[in-house]
């Protein structure tokens, strides 16, 4: 049983959906089904979903969590 959901979507994003409709001759819900059934089969662990927010490892200092010195300030809030 399909049931119906209604979104407001930007221009942008609706603009790719009906071009993508209208070149495989498939209602836009069709496309708008596969894309979120392939997010859910795709999205894998909260790190592979996040890995280009985190700080590479090559450049984080090696000694982050265990030295004392770059902790100085941690909790206070910024003051801008």
């Known amino acids: ?3 119906t959901f209604t979104v ?3 221009d942008s994003i609706l603009a790719d959906i009906d071009a993508e409709a209208s070149a ?3 209602s836009r819900s069709e ?3 596969e894309r979120l059934e392939k997010s859910q089969t795709s999205q894998g662990s909260v790190w592979d979903r996040m890995r280009d927010l985190v700080v590479q490892e090559d ?3 090696e000694d ?3 030295n004392k010195a770059r ?3 941690y909790g206070r ?3 801008r």
């Open 8 to 10: 407001k979507l930007q």
């Open 77 to 79: 809030p910024r003051i």
């Open 31 to 33: 496309i708008v089904r």
């Open 64 to 66: 982050l969590a265990s």
């Open 24 to 26: 495989r001759r498939v």
């Open 1 to 3: 049983m399909l049931r």
């Open 59 to 61: 450049r984080a200092p």
């Open 71 to 73: 902790l100085k300030g």
